[in-house]
C-alpha cells in the first residue's frame, strides 16, 4: 500500500501496522475538526493537509466536523470561512458534520452517566472547583456535592436543561478521580449552563458540552478510527479513553487519538485569541488582512494552494515541536510563482526619463517574453515611446564604482528595448530630479540581431511608457511583526512588536496589458517581486498587493544583524589591549552604534544571555547591550540581569567593574540596593587594579 518504509511519517507507520494487524482498510476514517470561533490560518493548514492526505492516500472518507459547542464565540461567518478555505486549498470533505447535530444524543449519555454513578452535578464556584481540584503535586479533595443522589442530580441536569438556573450556577462533572496524577481527570466539567443563541440550534438549548467530552463522543458518532491532534492534546487522551468507555459498543469502531507536533512559525502568531484581537482592535483589516496569517489572508495576499500544500508537505509531520522559519513558506510561493506568474513591468516610484534623439510622436510596439520558465506562454505587445518611467532608485547622476544602473554619461539597457545613455537631469527648486535626459542607440534593439544589439552593458532596468501607463495603487505588505518570537516574551506585549512598515501605499505605474487584469490574477513585476491584484481593485482603479519579493530580505537583514553582533564581539577583545582611553572610547561608541541599530529582539536577548558568563569580554559586550540597545534591563530576566551585575562586579577587569557601576547609576539605580553589600566589598577591599576612577564610581552609586 504504502512506498518504501522510511518515506513513511509516524502516522502513516501507525496506520500501516493498524491495517496489518487487520484492521479493516474500509473501516478507516478519518475527520478535520475544526472550532467555528475564528478563520484558519496557516498552523491549521497543516493539520487540514494531513488528514485529508490520509484519506486520499488510503482512500479513506474524511468528514468536516465543526466543533461547535461554545455559542459565545462562534459564529456562521467563521463556518463558511472555513468552508471556502478548505476547498480552496483543493480538498472535499465526505460528509459535513456539526457537534450539534450530537446534542440530544450526548445529553442522552449524560443521562446514562448520571444513573451510572458516573457524573454529577457540582453547585461550587468556579474559584472553589479550582482550589479542591488542587495542584500537579497535591491531589484534590471531593467536593461537597460530589456524592449527590442520582434522583437529586437527574431533577438538577433537568433544570439546567431547562434553563431554570442562571450561568454559572452549576455544571455536570464526570466522576472520575480526585487524587488522579492527571489533572484533567479530577472530575472534569462535562456540561455548563449557557444562555446563548446557537448559531445552528438557536434558542433550544440552554446547556451545552465541554470539548474534551463532546469530541470523543463525537469521533465515535461518526466512527473515526484514528483521530489526530496536536500536541497540547496528549495530557486529555486519557480522559478521552474515558468518556468513549463509558458507552463504547464492541460491535463498533473504538476511536483512538494521536498527537502530532502542530505548526509553529516565526514572525508570526498562531493563537486564535491574537489573531482575533488585531481584528477587533482595527490593528489589520480584518481577518483576509494580507498580513494575517489566516488562510484567507495568505489567499488574499497572492498566496497559492499548491505552494501552502507544499510547504506543508516539505515540514511534514513529526513528534517533537519545533520553530519553522516563514522563509520556508515564502520558498514554497516564490518557487511556484515562478513558474506560472507572468512577467510584466511596473514602476512604483517613478521619475520621468525623456529619450532626447527619438522621435516626437513616435511609438513602437516590442515583442516582451511572458514567463521564459513556461515555453507556452508566449510573448506580448508592450508600447514604447519618448517619455518612460523608471524607479527613481535606478538613477545616480554621479555613480559608485558598483552601481549597475544609470548615471551620467553610463549606459544601460532598457529591458525589451534598447541601450540608453545618461546625459543630462532637470532638477525643481528644492534640488530633486525631475527629469533624467537620455540618448538611445538606434541600432540596439533587444533580439534584432545587430551587433549593437549584442553589445553588453552593466544593467537592465524595467520601464514604462508614460503615454500608455496605467496607473495602479500598490499596497506593499511586509512581516506583521518584528521579532521572530512576538508572543513568547514573558514581560512584553506581543503587539510591542507590530512591525510599523508592514504596510506601505503606493502610487505606481504599470504596463497597459494589465489594465484588465482581475481579482487573484498574479504578475511578476520584473526586479520588484510578485504581485496579485486585490479583491479591492475594480474597473477604474486597480490595486495590486505584492505577495513576496524576488529575494528573502529579511533572511539577509537578519544575517546582517548576526554578523554585526559576531563583528562587535570580535572589537571588544581590543577594547583591553589598546593602550589609550580615547581608543576605548572610539571602539565602546562603534560597538555602541552597532547594539543601538539592531532591531531583532529576540537576537539581543540571546546575545545578552550567552554571555552571561566568567569571560570579561563577554560580561563588558553584555554590560553595553545594557547601554546602547533598545532593550532595558526590564526586557531581560531577573535572574539573568542579577548574574550579570553580580559577575561583572565580582569581575578581575576593573572596565567590566566599572562599566557595571555606571550602568547601575544611570539606567539600573533601582537596582543599587539588591548590590549595595558588593559594592561596599568593592570599597572597603578594592582589588589592586582599581582605578580612581572606578572608586569615583563606587562613591556615585552608594550616593545614589
Known amino acids: 500500500m504504502s512506498t518504501e518504509e522510511k518515506s513513511l511519517h509516524f502516522i502513516e507507520q501507525i496506520l500501516e501496522d493498524s491495517l496489518t494487524s487487520g484492521f479493516p482498510q474500509a473501516n478507516l476514517r478519518f475527520r478535520f475538526p475544526p472550532e467555528p470561533n475564528g478563520y484558519l490560518h496557516i498552523g491549521h493548514a497543516k493539520s487540514i493537509c494531513l488528514n485529508f492526505g490520509l484519506g486520499l492516500k488510503y482512500n479513506a472518507p474524511v468528514n468536516l466536523r465543526f466543533d461547535d459547542t461554545n455559542p459565545a464565540n462562534e459564529e456562521q461567518e467563521y463556518v463558511d470561512a472555513i468552508k471556502e478555505d478548505l476547498q480552496w486549498l483543493g480538498f472535499k470533505w465526505a460528509e459535513e458534520r456539526y457537534a450539534s447535530d450530537y446534542f440530544q444524543q450526548l445529553y442522552d449519555w449524560a443521562i446514562l452517566m448520571i444513573k451510572n454513578g458516573k457524573a454529577y452535578v457540582d453547585s461550587q464556584s468556579s474559584e472553589d472547583m479550582a482550589s479542591q481540584k488542587g495542584t500537579p503535586t497535591q491531589p484534590g479533595v471531593d467536593g461537597p456535592y460530589r456524592n449527590r443522589s442520582v434522583e437529586e442530580n437527574l431533577t438538577l441536569f433537568e433544570g439546567m436543561k431547562n434553563g431554570d438556573f442562571p450561568e454559572g450556577s452549576h455544571v455536570l462533572r464526570a466522576k472520575i478521580d480526585m487524587a488522579s496524577t492527571n489533572m484533567l481527570m479530577r472530575d472534569p466539567l462535562m456540561y455548563r449552563v449557557l444562555h446563548r443563541h446557537h448559531h445552528r440550534t438557536g434558542n433550544d438549548w440552554k446547556i451545552y458540552p465541554m470539548y474534551d ?33 463509558q458507552i463504547y459498543d464492541d460491535k463498533k469502531v473504538k476511536p483512538h487519538q494521536y498527537e502530532f507536533a502542530r505548526l509553529n512559525l516565526n514572525y508570526t502568531v498562531m493563537s486564535k485569541r491574537k489573531l482575533l484581537q488585531l481584528v477587533q482592535e482595527n490593528i489589520v483589516n480584518g481577518w483576509d488582512d494580507p498580513r494575517m496569517p489566516t488562510i484567507s489572508g495568505l489567499r488574499r495576499r497572492g498566496y497559492t494552494a499548491n505552494s501552502i500544500r507544499k510547504f506543508c508537505d516539505i515540514i511534514g509531520v513529526a513528534k517533537r515541536e519545533n520553530v519553522i522559519d516563514v522563509s520556508l513558506l515564502e520558498f514554497c510561493l516564490r518557487e511556484d510563482l515562478n513558474k506560472t506568474a507572468p512577467r510584466v513591468m511596473a514602476v512604483l516610484d517613478p521619475v520621468k526619463v525623456i529619450i532626447t534623439n527619438y522621435s516626437e510622436g513616435n511609438e513602437e510596439l516590442l515583442d516582451a517574453e511572458n514567463n521564459q520558465e513556461d515555453e507556452n506562454a508566449g510573448f506580448r505587445k508592450v508600447p514604447f515611446s519618448k517619455e518612460l518611467y523608471i524607479e527613481r532608485e535606478d538613477f545616480l547622476e554621479v555613480a559608485p564604482a558598483k552601481f549597475f544602473r544609470l548615471s551620467i554619461g553610463n549606459e544601460v539597457r532598457l529591458k525589451n528595448a534598447y541601450i540608453i545613455k545618461g546625459e ?28 549593437a544589439s549584442k553589445r553588453k552593458v552593466a544593467g537592465t532596468l524595467h520601464w514604462v511608457s508614460i503615454q500608455h501607463a496605467v496607473e495602479a495603487e500598490v499596497r506593499l505588505y511586509d512581516r506583521l511583526f518584528i521579532d521572530e518570537a512576538p508572543d513568547s516574551h514573558k514581560e512584553k506585549n506581543f503587539l510591542d512588536f507590530m512591525n510599523s512598515n508592514s504596510l506601505q501605499i503606493v502610487k505606481g505605474f504599470v504596463e497597459p496589458s494589465l489594465a484588465t487584469a482581475k481579482s487573484g490574477d498574479k504578475f511578476q513585476f520584473q526586479r520588484l517581486g510578485y504581485f496579485n491584484v486585490d479583491k479591492d481593485s475594480t474597473d477604474s482603479k486597480l490595486v495590486f498587493n505584492k505577495t513576496v519579493g524576488l529575494k528573502d530580505a529579511w533572511e539577509e537583514k537578519g544575517k546582517k544583524e548576526e554578523n554585526s553582533i559576531n563583528n562587535a564581539l570580535k572589537e571588544i577583545n ?14 565602546r ?30 560580561l563588558l559586550f553584555a554590560q553595553l547591550i545594557l547601554k546602547y540597545s533598545s532593550l532595558k534591563s526590564a526586557d531581560f530576566e531577573k535572574e539573568d540581569v542579577t548574574k550579570l551585575y553580580l559577575m561583572s562586579l565580582r569581575s578581575e577587569s576593573s572596565f567590566v567593574r566599572s562599566r557595571a557601576l555606571l550602568n547601575l547609576r544611570d539606567y539600573d539605580s533601582y537596582l543599587i540596593n539588591s548590590f549595595r553589600e558588593e559594592i561596599l566589598k568593592l570599597k572597603s577591599n578594592p582589588p589592586k587594579n582599581t582605578t580612581d576612577r572606578e572608586m569615583e564610581f563606587i562613591e556615585q552609586v552608594l550616593n545614589k
Open 424 to 451: 543630462s537631469v532637470v532638477k525643481d527648486s528644492a534640488g530633486n530630479i525631475t527629469e533624467i535626459h537620455v540618448t538611445y542607440d538606434t541600432d540596439s534593439l533587444s533580439g534584432s540581431g545587430s551587433e
Open 574 to 587: 581590543k577594547y583591553f589591549k589598546v593602550a589609550t582611553r580615547e581608543e576605548r572610547i572610539a571602539i
Open 213 to 245: 467530552y463532546a469530541h470523543g463522543e463525537s469521533d465515535y458518532i461518526e466512527q473515526i478510527s484514528h483521530s489526530i491532534c496536536t500536541l497540547e492534546f496528549v495530557m486529555h487522551r486519557e480522559l478521552y479513553n474515558w468518556f468513549l468507555d
Open 589 to 618: 561608541k562603534a560597538i555602541g552604534e552597532t547594539l543601538a541599530g539592531i532591531v531583532n529582539y529576540s537576537l539581543l536577548q540571546n546575545s545578552f544571555k550567552k554571555n552571561i558568563n566568567n569571560n570579561k569580554s563577554s
